[in-house]
């Protein structure tokens, strides 16, 4: 059984979850991490979360718990 995933205009047709999360998951930016789940988006740029946002040097980021 696949399934569409309809994003930013373009579809993309998987048979599982786990290869939609590898092809559509933002990458960290300062560490390379793959983002899965939540991560923190700064004047466009996606971080796993505040401390590698402070570390790009993104100011005002703090992580929720």
């Given at each position: ?7 930013q205009g373009a579809v993309h047709v998987f048979d599982c979850f ?48």
């Amino acid at each position: 059984m696949s399934f569409e995933v309809h994003a930013q205009g373009a579809v993309h047709v998987f048979d599982c979850f786990s290869c939609a999360i590898h092809r559509m998951a933002p990458i960290c930016e300062h560490c390379r991490v793959q983002i899965i789940g939540q991560g923190v988006e700064a004047e466009g740029h996606w971080y796993c979360g505040a401390h590698c946002a402070r570390a790009e040097g993104r100011a005002g980021i703090v992580d929720r718990v």
